[in-house]
């Protein structure tokens, strides 16, 4: 009885990540079909995965990933810059003004993404900014910048102060101190504020769609995902292979980041004893 | 953070010196650009009707039933989507944070998270359509709970795990049996960690767009704002977007008051 009990809780964590995992599983095996419709008239084949480079609209494909990647790196440098150098000056701000521009950049992070998306569609419409690329930057970055901002911040706050002052006495001027001495004893959480950046644009579809504007023809990966769902000429049999691999990207990334995070928790734990 | 960011930059430049401060003051012009100024202009467009300013367009929402009927609707699927997220979810954090190696497992749970939404969604469709499952209200609740079921299982185990052992040991030194330690204990420990949770679910929820269209036609309240402005419907899809952006201040309002200088659980 009391072995049943304590086995019960283990049943119910298997359960849920077997409805969790079902779907993806569920689309990687079907990735092998060649079709769309959930048979295996040839049984396991890999034409899904060759129709990525021979299917006829594999040039929208292509593109919507080459927009994506420039996307999500322009967007992230622009934001690990801009929010690098602000999370400094905003740590050193007088408390109030500080509270008062954390509490603003928090915004972009709570706020829905449909919000976001049609006040900054309203925006651009009503100072007639030119649509296409320029729209979608600013997008990505004024999502993007706040997360850096929030990785950079725990690292200053760890920061021992007098560095920056030693700095000063020794001649440097603050924006000098700023890139000599602040900057690389925060490089960490700059680093880890640059990956954010990039995997939140990679992954942004909402604010992307409707910002795009429909005449540009610029398609990021998830809006291109998006915009042949609804297709006449249906679902493109190369679609469930390309979720496969993004799939196995993640996990992989993911995996690994963890792992890596744990050796040196570990290590960490370890060397302070 | 109604206070004008502007007013304030102008009033530091009458006495300029080049403090840490100043790396900060591009950023707020930024933030006042692009994040407050765009808030604004949804405010002043949802009390513009016809170049005028007044509440047409929100008696214009009040009187469109179609409008208020998906907005009852999303709220109903939210909070049904938020109870299932919380009734699966906190048993898991809650055996995750009992068992050693909890804190690695609890990455199998997150680890979908990390995969963009619509290909998670397209994913769960492909298996209702497999399986000749007709698309419904039904599917589009199983799809924003497996969609958003991670949010709610990291603020839990975030919290569950943090709370001290000891107060349990001693209760149940102190002759508390299991369900009254949990009941006295560790679930009152863990409201900052429910609270979270139910707002990372609930509000992506209502304001989702796309995911409900994909999997059962059904619209809920984001996609019938972006329905809206598409129709250049831009005063009525305004006074949307506040409604959803109060929900967003108010719950983290509520966020911010329960969760009172304890460390937010954090994606990364």
């Known amino acids: ?273 | 953070m109604k206070t004008n960011p502007l007013k304030k930059v102008s009033q530091k430049i009458k006495n300029f010196r080049l403090t840490r401060g100043v790396f900060a003051w591009p950023y707020v012009l930024f933030l006042t650009v692009f994040v407050v100024l765009p808030l604004v202009i949804i405010l002043v467009n949802a009390f513009l009707a016809d170049g005028k300013l007044s509440f047409a367009n929100f008696i214009a929402l009040a009187k469109d039933g179609a409008s208020i009927k998906v907005l009852i609707n999303s709220i109903f699927i939210g909070a049904v989507t938020t109870i299932l997220c919380l009734a699966i979810g906190y048993p898991v954090a809650y055996t995750l944070a009992n068992m050693k190696t909890g804190s690695i497992i609890v990455i199998l749970f997150l680890l979908p998270m990390w995969v963009n939404f619509l290909v998670r969604t397209l994913a769960a469709r492909a298996v209702f359509e497999a399986l000749s499952i007709p698309l419904g209200e039904g599917t589009v609740l199983f799809g924003m709970v497996y969609n958003y079921i991670p949010f709610m299982i990291l603020p839990l185990h975030t919290t569950l795990t943090n709370i001290d052992k000891s107060f349990g040991e001693a209760a149940a030194d102190l002759g508390a049996d299991r369900v009254t330690v949990f009941l006295k204990v560790t679930l009152p420990l863990s409201v900052p960690g429910i609270i979270s949770g139910i707002i990372m679910v609930f509000i992506p929820t209502i304001s989702t767009f796309a995911i409900s269209q994909l999997l059962g036609g059904v619209h809920l309240f984001g996609d019938s704002i972006h329905e809206k402005f598409i129709h250049g419907l831009y005063g009525v899809g305004s006074v949307m977007s506040l409604i959803m952006l109060a929900f967003v201040l108010l719950s983290n309002m509520l966020l911010k008051k329960f969760n009172k200088g304890e460390a937010k659980a954090s994606i990364w």
Not at chain 1, 31 to 44: I, L, Q, V
Not at chain 1, 109 to 135: C, D, Q
Not at chain 1, 241 to 249: C, D, K, R, T, W
């Open chain 1, 1 to 273: 009885m009391v072995k049943f009990k304590s086995i019960l809780p283990k049943i119910f964590l298997i359960l849920v990540l077997i409805v969790l995992y079902t779907p993806i599983i569920f689309v990687i095996v079907y990735s092998f079909s060649g079709t769309t419709n959930f048979t295996f008239p040839r049984g396991f084949t890999l034409e899904g995965y060759s129709a990525i480079f021979t299917s006829g609209s594999r040039g929208k494909l292509f593109d919507s990933l080459k927009n994506t990647i420039i996307l999500a790196l322009v967007s992230s440098v622009i934001s690990t810059i801009i929010g690098s150098i602000s999370a400094v000056g905003i740590y050193y701000m007088k408390p109030k003004v500080r509270l008062m521009v954390e509490n603003v950049n928090q915004l972009p992070i709570i706020n829905s993404e449909i919000v976001m998306a049609v006040s900054l569609m309203l925006f651009f419409v009503t100072f007639k900014f030119p649509p296409g690329w320029t729209r979608l930057i600013i997008a990505h970055v004024t999502f993007c910048t706040p997360y850096v901002i929030l990785s950079v911040m725990p690292r200053l706050m760890q920061m021992d102060p007098n560095v920056y002052e030693a700095a000063l006495d020794l001649g440097a001027n603050p924006i000098k101190a700023l890139f000599k001495v602040i900057i690389p004893m925060v490089m960490p959480g700059i680093i880890s504020g640059a990956a954010m950046a990039f995997t939140i644009s990679l992954d942004d579809f909402i604010i992307t769609q409707i910002n795009k504007g429909a005449t540009t023809g610029i398609d990021t990966l998830s809006t291109y995902l998006y915009s042949s769902t609804k297709s006449a000429s249906g679902f493109a049999a190369y679609w469930y292979p390309v979720f496969s691999i993004i799939i196995l990207i993640v996990v992989t990334i993911v995996l690994v980041g963890n792992y890596v995070k744990f050796r040196r928790e570990k290590t960490k734990k370890s060397g302070g004893k």
